[in-house]
């Protein structure tokens, strides 16, 4: 959303790059399931 | 590629992260995989959901320049989505932007500590590592923080140790351990010195109803916060001054 890239988050937050990877994964992970969870209750 | 393969890379793919090769490999099994192709439409839906309702927060003037000035490289970059409230990936970045107007001064402001502490009080958002053992919270720093975080556990005297996580201070990374007392949760901040500043000598201070101690030790400088007592904080505070060498 800001626009930066793999590296230049890892640079900024000083994480390796492989643990932007990681958690970005998780984040979709669990955004995915919130989103889906939310639509689930809009929708009941 | 199987859809195995696909659903590991389909994220930076979606980011244009992927090298060339790959995105090939990804392009022929879309062209044939139902069921990858739906995900990345997922991902793709996911991405403008994050960019409409996810709460954005405006940077002080200048911080976002002086923080993204040190990471983004003068060649145009694709755009890229990564904000997720409950990473602290996302929560350091969010941490930085969502900081308080900074005072004019070199230093954090008392101001931003205390935000800090409160935002770690947030659900998910205290502890990245857990644990009251140093040799497992202390090693975790190792690659995260360019310093060596002595970490100790006080539960013997009423202060224990709960783990620890990386935030960002004034711009920059520091190491975050946890203690609780009580009820109650303190913050110890602990980050390498400015070098040349030539250390700080102990400061005591109240802002808004916390407690805050700062102070510079063998080239770190640290910051403690908490809602304790001040009688209870300066205790703490004698622990971790004490040259005991138990640790």
New interface residues.
Partial sequence: MEGLAYKEIADVASVPLGTVMSRLSRARAQLRILIAGQRRRETA | MNCLETSRLI??FV?D?LDARSVIDVEIHLARCAACTEERS??LA?RE???ER?P?FDPPAGLEER??R????PEP????????G?????A??AA?VATSALRPHADESADEIVDAHVRSLQADHLTDVVSSDQHTVKPWFQ????CAVPVRDFSARGFVLSGGR?D?LDGR?AAALVYRRRQHVLNLFVSPDAPGSGGEPRRDFSVRGFRISTWTQEGLRYRLVSDIAPSESDELVSLLRADDGSH
């Fill in positions: 994220g930076p980011d992260e997922e991902l996911l959901t994050a960019r996810l954005r923080l993204f040190a990471a983004r490289k970059r694709r755009r890229l989505p990564w904000r997720q409950a990473m602290v990936l996302a350091a970045c930085v690659g995260r923080i360019d990386l960002v990374p």
